[in-house]
């Protein structure tokens, strides 16, 4: 009917198209994606996934790796793992993606700080391609902490990575770095020519200086080491309420209605994927979920 304003489904992608892609290792590939019916709104949250599809083959959830910001590409993350991150990975640039989102819980970094100046660290650790939810956030506080943001917090980026090859977004940590963050990595297995560290990414933890009744944490990767991190920091001191820990569960609808991705009593396409740490999450974390 005429002036009836049309809404469409949740369960319906819009087609983006993608405007430059580019190799971050062996496996792992960003797309940076436009709407075809206009620019990027930038309005979502770091930490919040978007569902992409492969046309024709199928839909898989993938994290936004970019900071919100308006008429600029929205980047996405990819591991080449099955044949939908297979396909999404080998759309060439100009080339059409569908997109539904975003979903889910983002980091809320303005609610990680309870009082106003209260906060004093940040703490992100990051395992593989954890770091990808993750970037929007570092962007963030970085952007915050260079436009001499009051009482920004220092930034602390822990990254594990199984060996040097596996590391992605290098020029972005040097960036980042070189804006004032600390920056360590580590890996698995070093190999010739390594001069990092080579261990666990929960030991970088225990050679950092932070003021832990003043800290806040995130974390997101394979879910033993993010619970052995968030055991490692509260050990410290860490109030558990300011640790968030992004979990992975096989996301299909995105709005909490197909139960997929029900883990305890979370829906984590709704509820998550970014939830405070608790007893109750370190125990999900501990017990295998099928």
Not at 5 to 14: D, G, I
Request: hydrophobic share 40%.
């Amino acid at each position: 009917m005429q002036g009836e304003r049309v809404t469409q489904s949740p369960l319906t992608p819009s087609l983006w198209r993608v405007a430059d892609k580019r190799r971050e290792t062996a496996d792992v590939t960003t797309i940076l994606l436009v709407p075809e019916s206009g620019p990027p709104s930038g309005d979502f949250q770091p930490g919040q996934f978007n569902m992409l599809s492969a046309l024709g083959v199928g839909e898989a959830a993938i994290s936004i790796s970019s900071a919100p910001a308006p008429a600029q590409p929205l980047a996405h993350t990819v591991r080449d793992v099955g044949p939908v991150t297979h396909a999404l990975c080998a759309v060439g640039v100009g080339g059409l993606v569908g997109v539904r989102g975003p979903f889910g819980t983002g980091w809320q970094l303005a609610g990680l700080e309870p009082r106003r100046g209260t906060l004093r660290d940040v703490i992100v650790i990051a395992g593989g391609i954890g770091l990808a939810p993750l970037r929007g956030a570092v962007e963030q506080m970085v952007s915050r902490a260079r436009g001499g943001g009051e009482g920004a917090p220092r930034l602390h980026l822990f990254v594990g990575a199984r060996e040097p090859a596996q590391i992605m977004y290098s020029d972005d940590m040097r960036r980042w770095q070189d804006a004032g963050a600390e920056v360590l990595v580590t890996v698995d297995v070093g190999g010739s020519g390594w001069g990092g560290h080579v261990g666990l990414v929960t030991s970088l933890i225990d050679v950092a200086a932070f003021d832990p009744q003043h800290t806040a944490a995130l974390i997101c990767g394979p879910e033993v080491m993010m619970r052995f991190s968030a055991r490692a920091l509260t050990d410290r001191g860490v109030p558990p309420e300011r640790i968030r820990v992004s979990l992975e569960r096989n996301m299909q609808c995105g709005i909490g209605w197909c139960g997929h991705c029900q883990l305890g009593p979370f829906l984590l396409c709704r509820d998550g994927p970014v939830v405070p740490y608790s007893e109750l999450v370190g125990e999900l974390m501990a017990g295998r979920q099928l």
